[in-house]
């Protein structure tokens, strides 16, 4: 599935594979900063969003580097 959308896209299969991993790990800490939102606990859930959305554009921006 991923080589076939990175052909149609014209982008690598790295930077395919990364995108997913990148979904696949933002997933469980949505479910994180949800649950403390219902908690009120507004700073965990916002610290949690930051922190797991800087390290995804960390990696995706090291894999654009190495395509390049």
Do not use: H, Q, R, Y
Not at 6 to 34: C, H
Request: net charge negative; aromatic share 8%; with cysteine.
């Amino acid at each position: 599935m991923s080589k076939d959308m990175a052909e149609i896209m014209g982008w690598s299969e790295s930077f395919v594979g990364t995108l997913f991993v990148a979904t696949a790990t933002f997933l469980p800490e949505a479910a994180v900063s949800i649950a403390a939102v219902c908690l009120g606990v507004l700073d965990m859930a916002l610290g949690n969003l930051f922190g797991s959305n800087l390290s995804n554009m960390a990696i995706l921006a090291i894999d654009s580097i190495s395509i390049s």
